[in-house]
DNA sequence: CGAAGGCTTGATAGACCTCAAACACAGTGG
DNA sequence: CCACTGTGTTTGAGGTCTATCAAGCCTTCG
C-alpha cells in the first residue's frame, strides 16, 4: 500500500497482463517506456463521466474503482468493480463516447496513459494487442455473469456471488492477505451492484454472518469456508478467465 | 453450402465492419478471402455450448441468434440477442473456454470461420483487429446497458427497452422495412432476456399494445412511436455505439 | 384429429422495496 | 474533552411488484 517505488505501477500493469496473457521480454520492455500521470482520488470522486470523450485510458494502482450508470430519480447501477491492475476504460481506445461513468469507491492512485501512446504500443505489438484485448473481453464475461446474477438469483445469492467474486479477484492480484481481503464497499455499493435496495444487502449480509460463512470488519472480508459460499452464490470463477490462456 | 449467392455473406460481413470502422479496399478485398462453412440452423438448436473450447468464430448471416446461461432448476438467462451482421462468439479468439452457450431462437444461416484464419488476417490487417476488437467493445456496452435494464427497471419498463434494442439494431443493419421489423421472440425468450417470467411479459406486451406503442403480429414489431416507447424504457441509443466511430 | 408449443387470464403467495426511526462510529471544531 | 455532524448500519412494519400455479384457449403441424 501507499508509497509507490519508481515505476512499481508500470510492475503492476505487466503482472496483470502477464496474469492474463504472455508477454515477450521486449514487449514487457516497451510497457516500461509508458508515458503516465499519477493522480490521487478519493473515496465518491469521479474518474471518468458518461458522455465524455477521454484522451487518455487510467490504470488502477491502488485502491478500488467501479463503472456504474446514472439512472433517473437519483438511482445508480454499478456494473464492475475494479482492483488494481485493471484499465476500466480501456473501451475508450475504440468506443469514442462514454456509456457510462467511472468512479472511486475508496482513496485509490489511478495512472492515466494516452491513448496516442496506447495506439502506438498496439500497433507495434500484437502481443500487447492481444492481452488488452482479452482484458475487455473478460470484463464481458464478468458483465455476462452479472446479468445472470441480477436477473435469476435470490437476494441472498446475489450478495453471496459479489462477495466471492470480490474476494477472487483481489486474491489473483495478490491482495489478500493471511485470507483477509481488503473490502471498502459499502451496503448501498453492492445494492447497487446486485439491483436491490441497501436494506436487502444489509438482511443477506447479516444472514451469512450469522451462519458463519462471512467474517466482516475492518473494512475487510473473510470466507472461512468458500467451497459452502460458493455453492450458495453460484459462483464459478470460470467466468474471471483467470488460468485459460488459449492454446493457439 | 448454403443458397447464397456466392460470397453474399462475405458482404454481410463487410458491410457490418463498415457500419463500425472504417476499412480499406485492401482489407475488405482480405475478408473476402476468408473461408467459411455454411450452416442452417433451426430453432432451438445450439451453435456453441459452454464449456466448449471452439477452434471457429460464427457469423451470423440470416435469423437470429442469442447467448444465454444455463442456470441450475431448468432457468435460462440470455445475456444478448443477434441480428445478421453480427459475431457473437469473437471473444473465443482470445478466451479459450466458452462461459455461456449461444442459440438459435429462429431458422439461421450462420457460417463459421476458423479461428487460425481469423488471427492471421488480425495479424496482418491492424484495421481488421480494431474493427473486431471495437465490435467486441459494443457487445460489452450492451451488456451493461443489460444489466442496468434488469437491476433498475420495472418490468414494464424492461420490456420496453428490449423491443427498443431490438428494433433499433434490426434497422442498422437494413432489416427494418416498412416500419416492420421481423421478430422471432416469444415472451419466454423475452422473460429469459429481462430476468421476469413469461406472465409478467406477457402482461407488459398486452399493456403496451392496448396503448398503441406496440404492434406484434405475424412475427413481426411495429412501434408507431418510438419516441414514447423510449420514454418509457429510458432507451437511449447512446450505448449502441452505431455512429461514434472513434476520431484519432 | 391429436399433440405440442405458445398465449392469455385469474388467484394466491412471497420476495423485495420503501419508509422510518434508532443506533454506531469517526471526524471536527469549540 | 465533549457536543455535533455526517455517513453508514440496523431493525421493524407495511405495501407492492412480480413469481408461481393453474386452467383454458389458440394456432400449427404431423
Request: net charge negative; charged share 25%.
Amino acid at each position: 500500500m501507499g508509497s509507490h517505488g519508481t515505476g512499481s505501477w508500470h510492475e503492476r500493469l505487466i503482472a496483470k497482463l502477464q496474469s492474463i496473457a504472455s508477454l515477450s521480454g521486449e514487449e514487457a520492455e516497451a510497457l516500461r517506456g509508458l508515458p503516465v500521470t499519477i493522480t490521487s482520488v478519493n473515496d465518491h470522486d469521479v474518474v471518468a463521466r458518461e458522455g465524455d470523450r477521454p484522451s487518455r485510458c487510467c490504470l488502477l494502482v491502488d485502491g478500488f474503482l467501479c463503472r456504474y450508470k446514472a439512472m433517473p430519480h437519483g438511482r445508480r447501477q454499478i456494473t464492475s468493480f475494479h482492483v488494481p491492475g485493471d484499465m476500466p476504460d480501456l473501451q475508450g481506445l475504440h468506443l469514442a463516447v462514454m456509456d457510462h461513468s467511472l468512479g472511486a469507491l475508496a482513496p485509490s492512485t489511478v495512472a492515466f496513459i494516452p491513448h496516442s501512446a496506447l495506439v502506438e504500443l498496439v500497433d507495434h505489438h500484437p502481443g500487447i494487442a492481444a492481452a488488452l484485448w482479452r482484458e475487455t473481453l473478460i470484463d464481458a464475461s464478468i458483465f455476462r455473469e452479472w446479468i445472470a446474477n441480477i436477473g435469476r438469483r435470490t437476494s441472498y445469492q446475489r450478495v453471496s456471488h459479489i462477495l466471492c467474486e470480490v474476494f477472487r479477484k483481489t486474491e489473483a492480484v495478490g491482495l489478500v492477505e493471511d485470507g483477509l481481503c481488503p473490502f471498502p464497499l459499502t451496503t448501498a455499493d453492492i445494492a447497487d451492484a446486485t439491483g436491490l435496495s441497501p436494506v436487502e444487502v444489509n438482511r443477506a449480509l447479516h444472514k451469512l454472518e450469522g451462519e458463519g460463512l462471512v467474517l466482516l470488519s475492518e473494512n475487510q472480508l473473510a470466507i472461512p469456508d468458500m467451497e459452502i459460499l460458493r455453492r450458495i452464490g453460484e459462483f464459478d470463477p470460470a467466468y474471471l478467465h483467470l488460468a485459460d490462456r488459449e492454446a493457439r
